[in-house]
């Protein structure tokens, strides 16, 4: 069983790209977590989803970034307009049932750069 | 809005030692609480899970207590080797109404040989 994969690993965007990340939960998981660690700060909570479904959003900036987990394939954390302020590293965890009595397991994370 | 915090920051002691790193937490209603570790630039490894109805888990030399009520957690490393030198991250579900976890900044452990 494979753990919770993320990629591209590493991403370097400019200015105003666009920057899209993958997550593929663990399989049997239906509870997609995403996270983004800055420089010198601990992980920060951005948004909760199931499938198909945002359940919980409360750590994700208004503007310029939004997620999904569509009924197939990967979930997506989509940053528009890329600035300097959001080079971090971005953890997706992964979690069988409803977030109150399980573990969660992370990915190793999508490190970006903006230039 | 839960808050959590460890200490301490930053610890570097000799291997073969037993040590304890420390967790607080502003909101005790919370459901569980995680120990992880992170290496540097990688991802987070699970180590113990305490559901809020436990008072403590055990896997191997890692034993990690809570007490909810006083919204703390001590995990405890016996025998330390310089395989455990990465940064642990204590983090918890629940309490302040997010359903992500909340993290500390985590303790930086470093096991001289």
């Known amino acids: 069983n494979a753990g919770v994969m993320q990629n591209p690993r590493h991403l370097v965007r400019r200015r105003g790209q666009e920057a899209r990340l993958r997550c593929s939960p663990m399989?049997?998981?239906?509870?997609v977590y995403w996270y983004r660690q800055l420089p010198e700060e601990g992980l920060k909570f951005m948004v909760y989803l199931q499938k198909e479904n945002i359940i919980d959003e409360s750590g994700m900036p208004k503007e310029r970034f939004s997620a999904e987990f569509p009924k197939e394939g990967p979930s997506i954390l989509r940053i528009q307009q890329v600035v300097r302020g959001d080079s971090a590293a971005y953890f997706c965890?992964?979690?069988?049932?409803?977030?109150?009595?399980?573990?969660?397991?992370f990915g190793q994370g999508t490190r970006l750069t903006v230039v | 809005k839960q808050e959590v915090t460890q200490i301490p920051a930053a610890l570097s002691v000799p291997e073969g030692e037993n040590l304890v790193l420390n967790c607080s937490f502003t909101?005790?209603?919370?459901?569980?609480l995680q120990w992880f570790r992170q290496d540097p630039g990688k991802g987070l490894t699970s180590l113990l899970l305490i559901q809020s109805s436990q008072r403590e888990q055990t896997s191997g030399r890692l034993n990690a207590s809570l007490d909810k009520s006083s919204g703390r957690s001590t995990l405890y490393i016996a025998a330390s080797q310089p395989g455990d030198s990465a940064t642990y991250l204590c983090a918890v579900r629940g309490g302040g109404g997010a359903d992500g976890l909340t993290f500390g900044k985590g303790t930086h452990l470093i096991i001289q040989p």
């Open positions: 909101d005790s209603a919370i459901y569980n």
């Open positions: 965890a992964s979690s069988p049932l409803a977030p109150t009595n399980t573990e969660a397991f």
């Open positions: 399989k049997g998981h239906s509870h």
